[in-house]
């Protein structure tokens, strides 16, 4: 038993901890962590009593530098945080290898907001969460990165737990499958991933399985893992950034198997959902904007919704500043900058297609080991523009391009940011390509990565 004292002790540490974090690290702080309860510090550690299992590998996962700082910062001790989840309300876990990424208690169907660019998507899922391997197999959601796609197959996901809490999902993303299977010839284990992926899941959900572009063996794998979950009468959820025929150098085979059981496209939304989605974002972060202020957001975001939490996160910190007021010369201020950088977008794979164009080389190369001149230039300029044209992180961009270290994107983006200023028929090059980039992104609908690449 805890004591009292102990408890009320834990509860006020706790509330300090919540004001600072809000204080220094908003863009963490959500809605649900009042319903976290601080049980008692002991032994060096607080520990936090989660509602769910989700919610609990997220924090323990995503968060817990953070809650470290504001706990030592609040109290003037070294200590330690611990979160647990006990009785029924704890979900079985989401089947994952290495558990490398949790499910986020916020991607789940009530928050997420249904206008027409994507209600086809939202209701396929649905769908498929009532009735596992029964409605739409495979369901292949694709989208410009940002608009929902990871979100809809977490929610699905969190959606099946919900209705049956032993049921097997094995959820990953595709530079995931891709990493693993490829440890799994280095290792000799080949047989452990195989039995992991074809007879220990009843749902498979594969995000981003664009990854799979120009990359042979594990095209290979996934087909074969495909043919031997379906007719079990497993679940298949797959998405990507573009359609299964606009995923460049992927096998026909696979091409037409993704695209046999429903194709749902999620478009940009509009004004409409925008607005209610930067109210919803907001309140979920526990700040409720004007009116006004809000049409400014939604206004300014026009091409993804991850642009909306990154204005909502620099309004937050400019509030901060400003004595907590959201007016609209503050959203000015915040957001100013923003409508250019807005605008800038296209996809991994335009980008791409445009370097190999010009180069005159293969996606695959761009993604294998070759290290001769001829590819590495080519190599460099598509990881550099991936960086500036598109909202892949370094990782995200390094996992693309052959599963290379986030430190290598960095290296190419300084390599050719510097043979930009030195070299000046090099900086003709690289201008050509980004004006023909320049045009996609001024098209007003952006075309088939397909066309992009013939
Ligand atoms: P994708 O996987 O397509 O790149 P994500 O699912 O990661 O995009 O979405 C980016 C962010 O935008 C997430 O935080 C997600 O919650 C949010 N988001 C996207 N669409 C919606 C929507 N319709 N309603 C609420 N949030 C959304
Ligand atoms: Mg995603």
Same mark, same amino acid.
């Given at each position: 038993?805890?004591?009292?004292?102990?408890?009320?002790?834990?509860?006020?540490?706790?509330?300090? &901890?919540?004001?600072?974090?809000?204080?220094?690290?908003?863009? %963490?702080?959500?809605?649900?962590?009042?319903?976290?309860?601080?049980? *008692?510090?002991?032994?060096?550690?607080?520990?936090?009593?989660?509602?769910?299992?989700?919610?609990?590998?997220?924090?323990?996962?995503?968060?817990?530098?953070?809650?470290?700082? @504001?706990?030592?910062?609040? +109290?003037?001790?070294? /200590?330690?945080?611990?979160?647990?989840?006990?009785?029924?309300?704890?979900?079985?876990?989401?089947?994952?290898?290495?558990?490398?990424?949790?499910?986020? =208690?916020?991607?789940?169907?009530?928050?997420?907001?249904?206008?027409?660019?994507?209600?086809?998507?939202?209701?396929?899922?649905?769908?498929?969460?009532?009735? =596992?391997?029964?409605?739409?197999?495979?369901?292949?959601?694709? #989208? @410009?990165?940002?608009?929902?796609? +990871?979100?809809?197959?977490?929610?699905?996901?969190? *959606?099946?737990?919900?209705?049956?809490?032993?049921?097997?999902?094995?959820?990953?993303?595709?530079?995931?499958?891709?990493?693993?299977?490829?440890?799994?010839?280095?290792? #000799?284990?080949?047989?452990?991933?195989? @039995?992991?992926?074809?007879?220990?899941?009843?749902?498979?959900?594969?995000?981003?399985?664009?990854?799979?572009?120009?990359?042979?063996? !594990?095209?290979?794998?996934?087909?074969?893992?495909?043919?031997?979950?379906?007719?079990?009468?497993?679940?298949?959820?797959?998405?990507?950034?573009? =359609?299964?025929?606009?995923?460049?150098? &992927?096998?026909?085979?696979?091409?037409?198997?993704?695209?046999?059981?429903?194709?749902?496209?999620?478009?940009?939304?509009?004004?409409?959902?925008?607005?209610?989605?930067?109210?919803?974002?907001?309140?979920?972060?526990?700040?409720?904007?004007?009116?006004?202020?809000?049409?400014? %957001?939604?206004?300014?975001?026009?091409?993804?919704?991850?642009?909306?939490?990154?204005?909502?996160?620099?309004?937050?910190?400019?509030? $901060?500043?400003?004595? #907590?007021?959201? +007016?609209?010369?503050?959203?000015?201020?915040?957001?100013?900058?923003? /409508?250019?950088?807005?605008?800038?977008?296209?996809?991994?794979?335009?980008?791409?297609?445009?370097?190999?164009?010009?180069?005159?080389?293969?996606? =695959?190369?761009?993604?294998?080991?070759?290290?001769?001149?001829?590819?590495?230039?080519?190599?460099?300029? !598509? $990881?550099?523009?991936?960086?500036?044209?598109?909202?892949?992180?370094? *990782?995200?961009?390094? #996992?693309?391009?052959?599963?290379?270290?986030?430190?290598?994107?960095?290296?190419?983006?300084?390599?050719?940011?510097?043979?930009?200023?030195?070299?000046?028929?090099?900086?003709?090059?690289?201008?050509?390509?980004?004006?023909?980039?320049?045009?996609?992104?001024?098209?007003?609908?952006?075309?088939?990565?397909?066309?992009? &690449?013939?």
């Amino acid at each position: 038993m805890v004591s009292l004292d102990a408890r009320s002790q834990a509860c006020n540490t706790w509330n300090e &901890m919540l004001t600072y974090l809000r204080q220094f690290h908003s863009p %963490v702080v959500r809605q649900w962590f009042s319903d976290l309860e601080p049980v *008692e510090i002991a032994g060096g550690v607080l520990t936090v009593r989660c509602q769910t299992l989700i919610q609990q590998q997220h924090l323990s996962m995503k968060c817990r530098p953070v809650f470290v700082e @504001a706990l030592q910062s609040v +109290t003037g001790k070294l /200590l330690g945080i611990n979160f647990i989840c006990t009785g029924s309300a704890g979900l079985n876990p989401v089947m994952n290898l290495c558990n490398e990424v949790p499910l986020s =208690p916020d991607y789940i169907f009530e928050n997420f907001v249904v206008g027409p660019a994507n209600d086809l998507a939202h209701r396929a899922c649905q769908a498929v969460a009532m009735q =596992p391997g029964r409605v739409y197999n495979p369901l292949f959601i694709h #989208g @410009a990165p940002g608009l929902g796609k +990871t979100h809809l197959l977490q929610a699905t996901c969190q *959606e099946l737990l919900q209705r049956q809490s032993d049921i097997r999902i094995l959820y990953i993303t595709c530079e995931q499958f891709v990493n693993h299977f490829m440890e799994s010839i280095s290792s #000799g284990n080949q047989g452990q991933f195989r @039995a992991m992926f074809r007879s220990k899941c009843d749902v498979l959900v594969v995000d981003d399985i664009h990854f799979l572009a120009g990359r042979d063996r !594990s095209q290979e794998e996934f087909f074969h893992t495909f043919n031997a979950l379906l007719p079990q009468g497993k679940q298949i959820i797959l998405s990507s950034d573009s =359609p299964p025929r606009d995923i460049p150098s &992927m096998e026909e085979r696979l091409v037409s198997r993704f695209a046999n059981g429903l194709l749902a496209e999620i478009e940009p939304p509009c004004f409409e959902t925008r607005l209610i989605i930067v109210k919803r974002k907001s309140h979920l972060r526990g700040v409720n904007l004007p009116d006004d202020v809000a049409e400014f %957001v939604a206004k300014r975001c026009e091409n993804n919704v991850r642009e909306i939490e990154g204005a909502i996160t620099k309004l937050m910190g400019q509030a $901060m500043l400003n004595g #907590g007021q959201y +007016t609209m010369a503050l959203a000015q201020t915040a957001l100013g900058d923003l /409508l250019p950088q807005a605008s800038r977008m296209v996809s991994i794979l335009q980008v791409v297609g445009h370097v190999t164009r010009f180069f005159n080389v293969r996606v =695959p190369d761009l993604q294998g080991k070759k290290r001769h001149k001829s590819i590495t230039l080519p190599r460099q300029v !598509s $990881m550099y523009l991936v960086r500036k044209y598109t909202q892949y992180s370094l *990782e995200e961009t390094g #996992g693309f391009f052959g599963g290379r270290d986030h430190t290598t994107v960095m290296h190419s983006v300084k390599t050719i940011e510097r043979l930009r200023q030195t070299d000046s028929g090099f900086a003709r090059q690289i201008e050509q390509i980004e004006n023909g980039l320049e045009r996609e992104i001024s098209r007003p609908a952006p075309i088939a990565a397909s066309q992009a &690449m013939s």
